[in-house]
């Protein structure tokens, strides 16, 4: 198993200032947060002396608690809109499917659904 390295990144005007908690000393920043994995890795192998694939790194962004409890919302709502989407196919294939099986045609079936017979053919095909 892999060690594992936390960088905690803090916001510093148009930066993200990153230390590594397990490596006292060792800091590094970004302008991107999506750069921060990338660039604590490089500061820990640097430091360690060893590949940067040699271990794992969690970023962990320092933000307000009010931030945190909107993005914890954000991403709590897309999950269930991606699970409801889902369902929603699913139940949308099997109903064009019996649909055709009992002998509608594909654009009857299209109309039932609110979908073109082009999109019944292929989730029936």
């Not at 962004?61 to 699913?90: F, I, M, W, Y």
Request: hydrophobic share 45%; proline share 4%.
């Amino acid at each position: 198993m892999k060690p594992t390295y936390t960088a905690v990144c803090e916001r510093a005007e148009r930066w993200w200032a990153i230390r590594i908690e397990e490596l006292p000393g060792v800091f590094t920043q970004v302008r991107r947060l999506d750069q921060a994995e990338a660039m604590a890795r490089d500061a820990i192998a640097q430091m360690l002396g060893v590949p940067g694939t040699t271990f794992e790194v969690d970023v962990e962004p320092v933000v307000p608690a009010d931030l945190r409890q909107l993005v914890a919302e954000a991403r709590t709502a897309r999950s269930r809109s991606e699970q409801a989407s889902g369902a929603a196919a699913r139940a949308t294939r099997v109903a064009a499917a019996e649909l055709v099986r009992r002998g509608l045609t594909l654009r009857e079936a299209g109309v039932l659904l609110g979908l073109s017979h082009q999109r019944i053919a292929q989730l029936v095909g």
